[in-house]
Protein backbone atom coordinates (compact mmCIF):
# COMPACT_ATOMS: atom_id res chain seq x y z
CA UNK A 1 0.00 0.00 0.00
CA UNK A 2 1.23 3.80 -0.67
CA UNK A 3 1.09 5.02 2.30
CA UNK A 4 -0.45 7.99 3.99
CA UNK A 5 2.56 10.64 2.52
CA UNK A 6 3.70 12.14 5.27
CA UNK A 7 4.60 15.96 4.33
CA UNK A 8 7.80 17.35 6.60
CA UNK A 9 9.13 21.05 5.48
CA UNK A 10 6.80 20.67 2.46
CA UNK A 11 8.73 17.31 0.75
CA UNK A 12 7.28 14.21 0.66
CA UNK A 13 9.26 12.13 3.23
CA UNK A 14 7.77 8.57 3.38
CA UNK A 15 6.56 6.51 0.74
CA UNK A 16 6.31 2.54 1.18
CA UNK A 17 5.16 -0.40 0.33
CA UNK A 18 3.51 -2.72 2.89
CA UNK A 19 2.63 -6.12 2.15
CA UNK A 20 0.89 -8.84 4.12
CA UNK A 21 2.71 -10.23 6.64
CA UNK A 22 1.51 -13.57 6.14
CA UNK A 23 0.98 -13.93 2.19
CA UNK A 24 2.99 -11.01 0.89
CA UNK A 25 0.67 -10.06 -1.07
CA UNK A 26 0.98 -5.94 -1.62
CA UNK A 27 -1.52 -4.40 1.29
CA UNK A 28 -4.41 -1.78 -0.91
CA UNK A 29 -7.49 -0.62 0.86
CA UNK A 30 -9.27 -0.13 -2.41
CA UNK A 31 -10.39 -3.22 -3.93
CA UNK A 32 -12.24 -5.86 -1.57
CA UNK A 33 -11.77 -8.48 -4.65
CA UNK A 34 -8.38 -8.42 -4.81
CA UNK A 35 -5.42 -9.95 -2.94
CA UNK A 36 -4.07 -7.80 -0.09
CA UNK A 37 -7.38 -6.10 0.52
CA UNK A 38 -7.35 -4.89 4.07
CA UNK A 39 -10.23 -2.83 5.88
CA UNK A 40 -8.98 0.46 6.35
CA UNK A 41 -10.21 0.50 9.91
CA UNK A 42 -8.22 -2.40 10.38
CA UNK A 43 -5.02 -0.98 8.39
CA UNK A 44 -4.83 1.92 10.99
CA UNK A 45 -6.02 -0.07 13.98
CA UNK A 46 -2.88 -1.74 15.51
CA UNK A 47 -0.28 -3.88 15.44
CA UNK A 48 -2.23 -7.02 13.70
CA UNK A 49 -2.99 -4.81 10.63
CA UNK A 50 0.16 -5.99 9.52
CA UNK A 51 -2.19 -8.88 7.68
CA UNK A 52 -4.73 -8.53 4.84
CA UNK A 53 -8.47 -9.35 5.42
CA UNK A 54 -8.29 -12.66 3.64
CA UNK A 55 -5.19 -13.89 6.11
CA UNK A 56 -6.46 -11.90 9.39
CA UNK A 57 -9.99 -13.94 9.37
CA UNK A 58 -8.52 -17.04 8.13
CA UNK A 59 -6.17 -17.17 11.69
CA UNK A 60 -9.40 -15.80 13.60
CA UNK A 61 -12.43 -17.16 12.75
CA UNK A 62 -11.35 -20.77 10.94
CA UNK A 63 -8.94 -22.51 12.78
CA UNK A 64 -10.62 -25.59 13.47
CA UNK A 65 -11.43 -26.05 9.47
CA UNK A 66 -8.22 -27.53 7.55
CA UNK A 67 -10.59 -28.34 4.72
CA UNK A 68 -12.16 -25.02 4.57
CA UNK A 69 -8.84 -22.53 4.36
CA UNK A 70 -7.95 -22.76 1.07
CA UNK A 71 -10.85 -23.10 -1.81
CA UNK A 72 -8.99 -20.02 -3.77
CA UNK A 73 -6.00 -21.72 -3.20
CA UNK A 74 -7.07 -24.83 -4.99
CA UNK A 75 -8.58 -23.16 -8.30
CA UNK A 76 -4.59 -22.57 -8.66
CA UNK A 77 -3.98 -26.08 -8.20
CA UNK A 78 -6.82 -27.40 -9.80
CA UNK A 79 -5.70 -24.61 -13.02
CA UNK A 80 -1.99 -25.91 -12.83
CA UNK A 81 -3.36 -29.88 -12.85
CA UNK A 82 -6.18 -29.21 -15.47
CA UNK A 83 -2.87 -27.99 -17.66
CA UNK A 84 -0.68 -31.32 -16.64
CA UNK A 85 1.50 -28.30 -15.14
CA UNK A 86 4.82 -29.74 -13.29
CA UNK A 87 3.85 -28.71 -9.41
CA UNK A 88 7.09 -27.47 -7.29
CA UNK A 89 6.07 -27.90 -3.74
CA UNK A 90 8.43 -25.98 -1.22
CA UNK A 91 8.71 -27.06 2.27
CA UNK A 92 10.62 -25.76 5.19
CA UNK A 93 12.72 -28.06 6.67
CA UNK A 94 12.63 -26.53 10.14
CA UNK A 95 9.09 -25.38 10.24
CA UNK A 96 8.49 -28.90 8.53
CA UNK A 97 4.94 -30.10 10.08
CA UNK A 98 3.31 -26.71 9.97
CA UNK A 99 4.92 -26.78 6.22
CA UNK A 100 2.72 -29.30 5.16
CA UNK A 101 -0.52 -28.62 3.89
CA UNK A 102 -3.10 -30.89 5.07
CA UNK A 103 -5.59 -32.62 2.23
CA UNK A 104 -3.93 -31.12 -0.31
CA UNK A 105 -2.25 -34.47 -1.75
CA UNK A 106 -5.55 -35.85 -3.53
CA UNK A 107 -5.83 -32.50 -5.52
CA UNK A 108 -2.12 -32.89 -7.31
CA UNK A 109 -1.36 -33.59 -10.39
CA UNK A 110 1.46 -36.41 -10.20
CA UNK A 111 4.30 -34.43 -11.54
CA UNK A 112 5.27 -32.69 -7.62
CA UNK A 113 9.07 -31.68 -7.77
CA UNK A 114 9.57 -31.62 -3.53
CA UNK A 115 12.09 -28.57 -2.99
CA UNK A 116 13.18 -28.73 1.38
CA UNK A 117 14.27 -25.45 2.10
CA UNK A 118 15.87 -23.43 4.60
CA UNK A 119 18.77 -26.54 4.93
CA UNK A 120 21.28 -23.95 6.74
CA UNK A 121 19.17 -23.64 9.57
CA UNK A 122 19.17 -27.21 10.45
CA UNK A 123 22.72 -28.77 12.09
CA UNK A 124 24.98 -29.85 9.48
CA UNK A 125 25.49 -33.23 10.71
CA UNK A 126 21.74 -33.87 9.61
CA UNK A 127 21.84 -35.95 6.84
CA UNK A 128 20.53 -34.85 3.31
CA UNK A 129 19.86 -38.60 2.71
CA UNK A 130 17.82 -38.96 5.42
CA UNK A 131 16.10 -35.64 4.99
CA UNK A 132 14.90 -36.70 2.07
CA UNK A 133 13.74 -40.50 3.12
CA UNK A 134 11.99 -39.12 5.80
CA UNK A 135 10.03 -37.04 4.17
CA UNK A 136 9.19 -39.73 1.17
CA UNK A 137 7.70 -41.54 3.93
CA UNK A 138 5.67 -38.39 5.68
CA UNK A 139 4.47 -37.48 2.41
CA UNK A 140 3.13 -41.26 1.68
CA UNK A 141 0.99 -40.27 4.06
CA UNK A 142 -0.25 -37.46 2.38
CA UNK A 143 -0.74 -39.39 -0.96
CA UNK A 144 1.93 -37.42 -2.95
CA UNK A 145 4.64 -39.23 -4.16
CA UNK A 146 7.43 -36.71 -5.45
CA UNK A 147 8.88 -37.43 -8.59
CA UNK A 148 12.13 -35.98 -6.94
CA UNK A 149 13.27 -34.20 -3.60
CA UNK A 150 16.22 -31.46 -3.45
CA UNK A 151 17.84 -30.54 -0.59
CA UNK A 152 18.56 -26.53 -0.80
CA UNK A 153 19.27 -23.35 1.01
CA UNK A 154 17.61 -20.13 -0.85
CA UNK A 155 19.52 -18.20 1.31
CA UNK A 156 23.05 -19.56 1.41
CA UNK A 157 22.67 -20.89 -2.41
CA UNK A 158 23.45 -24.20 -1.11
CA UNK A 159 21.90 -26.80 -3.99
CA UNK A 160 20.64 -24.54 -5.99
CA UNK A 161 22.71 -23.76 -9.10
CA UNK A 162 21.28 -26.63 -10.90
CA UNK A 163 17.43 -25.71 -10.13
CA UNK A 164 16.42 -23.50 -13.23
CA UNK A 165 18.02 -27.15 -15.68
CA UNK A 166 16.11 -29.13 -13.28
CA UNK A 167 12.62 -27.45 -13.76
CA UNK A 168 13.22 -27.91 -17.24
CA UNK A 169 14.09 -31.87 -16.87
CA UNK A 170 10.68 -32.10 -15.28
CA UNK A 171 8.53 -29.60 -16.98
CA UNK A 172 8.73 -31.22 -20.11
CA UNK A 173 7.29 -28.05 -21.76
CA UNK A 174 4.43 -27.36 -19.48
CA UNK A 175 3.90 -24.63 -16.87
CA UNK A 176 5.55 -24.65 -13.32
CA UNK A 177 3.78 -23.68 -10.00
CA UNK A 178 5.31 -22.86 -6.86
CA UNK A 179 3.62 -23.82 -4.29
CA UNK A 180 3.70 -24.29 -0.74
CA UNK A 181 2.45 -22.45 3.13
CA UNK A 182 3.58 -18.80 3.36
CA UNK A 183 7.40 -18.04 4.59
CA UNK A 184 8.49 -21.83 3.30
CA UNK A 185 10.89 -19.71 0.60
CA UNK A 186 9.05 -19.80 -2.57
CA UNK A 187 9.67 -16.11 -3.79
CA UNK A 188 13.29 -16.49 -2.26
CA UNK A 189 13.76 -19.69 -4.57
CA UNK A 190 12.64 -18.04 -7.70
CA UNK A 191 14.36 -14.74 -7.13
CA UNK A 192 17.28 -17.49 -6.91
CA UNK A 193 16.41 -19.29 -10.18
CA UNK A 194 15.70 -15.44 -11.93
CA UNK A 195 19.69 -15.34 -12.05
CA UNK A 196 20.30 -17.87 -13.80
CA UNK A 197 17.43 -16.87 -16.10
CA UNK A 198 17.14 -14.81 -19.47
CA UNK A 199 14.31 -13.97 -20.64
CA UNK A 200 14.30 -15.12 -24.48
CA UNK A 201 10.42 -14.41 -25.00
CA UNK A 202 8.45 -11.38 -26.17
CA UNK A 203 6.48 -11.40 -22.94
CA UNK A 204 7.25 -9.88 -19.68
CA UNK A 205 7.26 -10.33 -16.10
CA UNK A 206 4.16 -9.77 -14.65
CA UNK A 207 1.41 -10.35 -11.74
CA UNK A 208 -1.80 -12.27 -13.27
CA UNK A 209 -5.15 -12.32 -10.97
CA UNK A 210 -6.75 -15.89 -10.86
CA UNK A 211 -10.39 -15.51 -11.95
CA UNK A 212 -12.84 -16.24 -9.38
CA UNK A 213 -10.41 -15.71 -6.43
CA UNK A 214 -8.78 -12.97 -4.50
CA UNK A 215 -5.41 -14.02 -5.37
CA UNK A 216 -2.42 -12.79 -7.83
CA UNK A 217 0.49 -14.94 -9.24
CA UNK A 218 3.39 -13.75 -10.30
CA UNK A 219 3.97 -15.15 -13.96
CA UNK A 220 7.69 -15.74 -15.57
CA UNK A 221 7.77 -16.14 -19.33
CA UNK A 222 9.62 -19.38 -20.33
CA UNK A 223 8.72 -19.65 -23.53
CA UNK A 224 6.03 -18.34 -25.55
CA UNK A 225 3.30 -20.61 -23.95
CA UNK A 226 4.71 -21.45 -20.89
CA UNK A 227 5.79 -19.72 -17.47
CA UNK A 228 6.60 -20.20 -14.24
CA UNK A 229 3.89 -19.14 -11.26
CA UNK A 230 4.73 -17.50 -7.79
CA UNK A 231 1.71 -18.15 -5.79
CA UNK A 232 1.27 -15.91 -2.61
CA UNK A 233 1.29 -19.11 -0.21
CA UNK A 234 -1.09 -21.17 2.07
CA UNK A 235 -1.71 -20.29 5.08
CA UNK A 236 -1.81 -22.44 8.06
CA UNK A 237 -3.40 -21.12 11.18
CA UNK A 238 -2.25 -23.47 13.38
CA UNK A 239 1.53 -22.48 13.03
CA UNK A 240 2.57 -20.63 15.53
CA UNK A 241 5.02 -18.24 13.47
CA UNK A 242 0.53 -16.90 12.60
CA UNK A 243 -0.77 -16.77 15.73
CA UNK A 244 1.77 -14.38 17.45
CA UNK A 245 3.06 -10.84 16.76
CA UNK A 246 5.70 -10.39 14.61
CA UNK A 247 8.17 -9.30 17.45
CA UNK A 248 7.81 -12.73 19.01
CA UNK A 249 7.96 -14.18 15.70
CA UNK A 250 11.25 -12.68 15.23
CA UNK A 251 12.56 -14.58 17.98
CA UNK A 252 11.16 -18.22 16.91
CA UNK A 253 12.25 -18.51 13.45
CA UNK A 254 16.18 -19.18 12.88
CA UNK A 255 18.28 -16.93 11.45
CA UNK A 256 21.28 -19.39 11.52
CA UNK A 257 21.73 -23.25 12.68
CA UNK A 258 20.46 -24.06 15.61
CA UNK A 259 21.97 -25.49 18.17
CA UNK A 260 19.74 -28.57 20.06
CA UNK A 261 19.74 -28.22 23.45
CA UNK A 262 19.11 -31.40 25.44
CA UNK A 263 18.41 -32.15 28.75
CA UNK A 264 17.73 -35.28 30.76
CA UNK A 265 15.35 -34.87 33.19
CA UNK A 266 13.31 -36.79 35.70
CA UNK A 267 9.39 -36.19 36.14
CA UNK A 268 8.14 -33.42 38.19
CA UNK A 269 10.47 -30.97 35.73
CA UNK A 270 8.32 -27.86 33.86
CA UNK A 271 10.54 -26.30 30.81
CA UNK A 272 9.59 -22.85 29.87
CA UNK A 273 9.87 -22.31 26.27
CA UNK A 274 10.34 -18.19 26.27
CA UNK A 275 7.61 -16.45 27.65
CA UNK A 276 4.99 -18.22 25.32
CA UNK A 277 4.89 -21.39 26.69
CA UNK A 278 5.37 -24.58 28.64
CA UNK A 279 6.27 -28.41 29.01
CA UNK A 280 5.42 -29.88 32.39
CA UNK A 281 6.92 -33.42 32.57
CA UNK A 282 4.16 -35.11 34.59
CA UNK A 283 4.91 -38.66 35.12
CA UNK A 284 7.85 -40.97 33.36
CA UNK A 285 11.56 -42.20 33.90
CA UNK A 286 14.74 -40.11 33.38
CA UNK A 287 14.33 -39.12 29.97
CA UNK A 288 16.63 -37.74 27.63
CA UNK A 289 15.01 -34.42 25.73
CA UNK A 290 16.29 -33.09 22.54
CA UNK A 291 14.85 -29.70 21.90
CA UNK A 292 15.38 -28.16 18.19
CA UNK A 293 13.91 -24.64 18.87
CA UNK A 294 15.65 -21.30 17.59
CA UNK A 295 18.85 -20.48 19.80
CA UNK A 296 17.18 -17.10 20.41
CA UNK A 297 14.20 -19.02 22.16
CA UNK A 298 14.87 -19.26 26.17
CA UNK A 299 14.40 -22.33 27.65
CA UNK A 300 14.26 -21.96 31.26
CA UNK A 301 14.30 -25.20 33.40
CA UNK A 302 12.20 -25.45 36.61
CA UNK A 303 10.76 -27.31 39.31
CA UNK A 304 7.17 -28.15 38.29
CA UNK A 305 5.62 -26.63 41.18
CA UNK A 306 7.37 -23.48 40.51
CA UNK A 307 6.48 -23.20 36.59
CA UNK A 308 3.72 -21.20 36.45
CA UNK A 309 4.51 -18.58 39.02
CA UNK A 310 8.09 -18.01 37.42
CA UNK A 311 6.56 -17.58 33.85
CA UNK A 312 4.24 -14.91 34.95
CA UNK A 313 7.71 -13.25 36.42
CA UNK A 314 9.62 -13.73 33.20
CA UNK A 315 6.77 -12.78 31.06
CA UNK A 316 6.12 -9.66 33.64
CA UNK A 317 9.56 -8.77 33.69
CA UNK A 318 10.44 -9.61 30.14
CA UNK A 319 13.13 -11.46 31.61
CA UNK A 320 13.01 -13.67 28.93
CA UNK A 321 12.68 -13.94 24.47
CA UNK A 322 10.48 -13.78 23.39
CA UNK A 323 7.24 -12.50 25.35
CA UNK A 324 4.18 -11.46 23.63
CA UNK A 325 1.55 -9.09 23.68
CA UNK A 326 -1.49 -11.19 24.87
CA UNK A 327 0.61 -13.71 27.07
CA UNK A 328 1.26 -13.16 30.10
CA UNK A 329 -0.05 -16.46 32.36
CA UNK A 330 -1.07 -19.91 31.49
CA UNK A 331 -4.34 -19.13 31.13
CA UNK A 332 -3.46 -17.35 28.33
CA UNK A 333 -2.41 -20.48 26.56
CA UNK A 334 -3.68 -23.73 25.69
CA UNK A 335 -3.21 -27.08 27.26
CA UNK A 336 -2.65 -30.11 25.69
CA UNK A 337 -1.88 -33.29 27.14
CA UNK A 338 0.09 -36.06 25.84
CA UNK A 339 0.75 -38.75 26.33
CA UNK A 340 4.25 -40.72 24.83
CA UNK A 341 4.26 -44.26 23.33
CA UNK A 342 5.73 -47.03 25.31
CA UNK A 343 8.71 -47.42 23.01
CA UNK A 344 10.25 -45.83 19.85
CA UNK A 345 11.84 -42.49 19.04
CA UNK A 346 8.95 -39.92 19.58
CA UNK A 347 8.90 -36.86 18.12
CA UNK A 348 6.31 -34.07 19.26
CA UNK A 349 6.11 -30.93 16.39
CA UNK A 350 5.18 -28.12 18.06
CA UNK A 351 4.21 -26.44 14.78
CA UNK A 352 6.06 -23.49 13.21
CA UNK A 353 7.96 -23.16 16.77
CA UNK A 354 9.68 -26.80 17.05
CA UNK A 355 10.01 -30.13 18.02
CA UNK A 356 11.31 -32.40 21.16
CA UNK A 357 12.59 -35.99 20.41
CA UNK A 358 12.85 -38.58 23.02
CA UNK A 359 12.45 -42.23 23.78
CA UNK A 360 8.80 -43.33 24.52
CA UNK A 361 8.14 -44.33 27.78
CA UNK A 362 4.65 -44.32 28.62
CA UNK A 363 5.83 -40.08 29.71
CA UNK A 364 2.43 -37.86 30.19
CA UNK A 365 2.97 -34.11 29.68
CA UNK A 366 0.98 -31.50 29.58
CA UNK A 367 2.02 -28.56 26.84
CA UNK A 368 0.87 -25.00 27.06
CA UNK A 369 1.10 -23.09 23.99
CA UNK A 370 -0.28 -20.22 22.15
CA UNK A 371 -3.90 -20.81 21.23
CA UNK A 372 -4.72 -22.25 18.04
CA UNK A 373 -1.55 -23.75 17.74
CA UNK A 374 -1.18 -27.43 16.30
CA UNK A 375 0.71 -30.20 18.07
CA UNK A 376 1.58 -33.34 16.28
CA UNK A 377 3.36 -36.59 18.17
CA UNK A 378 5.31 -39.09 15.66
CA UNK A 379 6.92 -42.62 16.72
CA UNK A 380 9.76 -44.14 14.28
N1 LIG B 1 17.26 -19.43 6.94
C1 LIG B 1 16.70 -19.34 5.75
N2 LIG B 1 15.72 -18.45 5.53
C2 LIG B 1 15.17 -18.40 4.30
C3 LIG B 1 15.59 -19.25 3.24
N3 LIG B 1 14.83 -18.96 2.15
C4 LIG B 1 13.97 -17.98 2.51
N4 LIG B 1 14.17 -17.64 3.81
C5 LIG B 1 13.45 -16.61 4.58
O1 LIG B 1 12.11 -17.05 4.77
C6 LIG B 1 11.21 -15.94 4.75
C7 LIG B 1 10.09 -16.16 3.77
O2 LIG B 1 10.61 -16.22 2.45
P1 LIG B 1 9.72 -15.97 1.16
O3 LIG B 1 10.55 -16.29 -0.03
O4 LIG B 1 9.06 -14.66 1.21
O5 LIG B 1 8.61 -17.12 1.39
P2 LIG B 1 7.25 -17.38 0.60
O6 LIG B 1 6.15 -16.81 1.44
O7 LIG B 1 7.16 -18.88 0.54
O8 LIG B 1 7.39 -16.77 -0.76
C8 LIG B 1 12.07 -14.71 4.43
O9 LIG B 1 12.33 -14.05 5.62
C9 LIG B 1 13.33 -15.31 3.84
O10 LIG B 1 14.44 -14.49 4.08
C10 LIG B 1 16.66 -20.18 3.49
O11 LIG B 1 17.11 -20.94 2.66
N5 LIG B 1 17.15 -20.18 4.77
MG1 LIG C 1 6.12 -15.38 -1.70
Redesign the pocket.
Known sequence: MLKNLKRKNGVTSEIKIQRCSS??AILQTSDARRSGYISLKRFESGPESGMCDRCYNLSHYNVSNDKNYTPDYLKIVHKAKKTHALIVY?LDLFTFEASIIPNLGKELPSNVLVLL?????LPKNTSDKRLIADTRRRLAIENIDPIDIVV?????NLNVDNLFNLLNEHRKGKDVYFI??????????INTILKQYKNETSRMISTTHITGTNLDVMEIPLDNVSSIY?TP?IYNPKSCINQLDRHAVKYIV??EEINIRTYTSASSQSFLLGGIGCINYLSGPKSTFAFHFSNNLAITRVKMEKAEKTFETLTSTRQVKPVADKIHTFKDLEKHDIHAPASGMITIFILGLGKIEFEGANQKFEIYIPKNVGIKIFAA
Open positions: CGVNKRDVLSSSKGASKVGKSSIDGPQ
